[in-house]
């Protein structure tokens, strides 16, 4: 059973639009939520994360928010770039990571 | 460059023959992860140590055995392979709640 689910498999951006990620997760005792990124042939590396206490947190180009009660969580990349291009994982902690699916982001130039 | 570092990064295997995956990291983390990533499936967790001396079962153990060798180290085995075995693994570690630094990855294939 899926915790956590990325429903959209793939999205394709212009350069220098917004790019949009989504994550929903079930599980409400979830306090800790990150963002990886992975390119291919490479492990998923760090990106971004939000504790439960917050409903935003910026880094640059890249801003996680968090919905508790729906349960959601979002990555905005603005403006996109095509170096952004890769797949990316969301994860939320309970007693372990649960990771999403994965959604590959295509970024047009 | 600090981090984590898996050993081989790809490898075939026959159905039944054995191998051990290998993962060492220089962070001095306590906990260390093996993941698998199958397409549609995200990642799985096979096998964590929370610290040194200690391992348990994830999501997926089925068919796997670890050794958390010592701080650094944790390696992952199979002990007889199988098609369903193919996947690409990832070794990770982390200290307290903070995430994950994962290895680059093994490209696993089961003929």
């Known amino acids: 059973d899926q915790q956590v689910k990325q429903n959209s498999p793939s999205l394709s951006v212009q350069e220098g639009r917004i790019s949009i990620l989504n994550c929903d997760y079930t599980?409400?005792?979830?306090?800790?939520f990150l963002w990886y990124k992975k390119y291919p042939a490479e492990g998923p590396t760090f990106l971004i994360s939000?504790?439960?206490?917050?409903d935003k947190n910026e880094d640059g180009r890249f801003t996680v928010f968090l919905n508790k009660s729906a349960k959601h969580l979002s990555l905005h990349i603005v403006p996109s770039q095509p170096g952004d291009s890769a797949v990316y994982f969301c994860a939320a902690s309970g007693n372990q990571f649960y990771f999403g699916t994965g959604t590959s982001l295509t970024v047009i130039p | 460059n600090a981090g984590v570092t898996q050993t081989p990064k790809f490898q075939v295997l026959k159905t039944g023959q054995s191998m051990t995956l290998q993962c060492a990291q220089d962070m001095n983390h306590n906990s260390m992860y093996w993941y698998r990533q199958d397409p549609g499936m995200g990642l799985r967790l096979i096998y964590y140590s929370a610290s040194e001396g200690t391992t348990d079962k994830g999501e997926v153990p089925n068919g796997y055995n670890v050794s958390r060798l010592n701080k650094r180290e944790f390696s992952l085995r199979l002990e007889s392979a199988a098609p369903s075995q193919t996947s690409v693994y990832f070794c990770a570690s982390r200290q307290g709640n903070y995430g994950y630094t994962f290895g680059s990855g093994t490209r696993l294939t089961v003929v």
């Open positions: 599980n409400s005792m979830f306090d800790y």
């Open positions: 939000i504790s439960s206490i917050k």
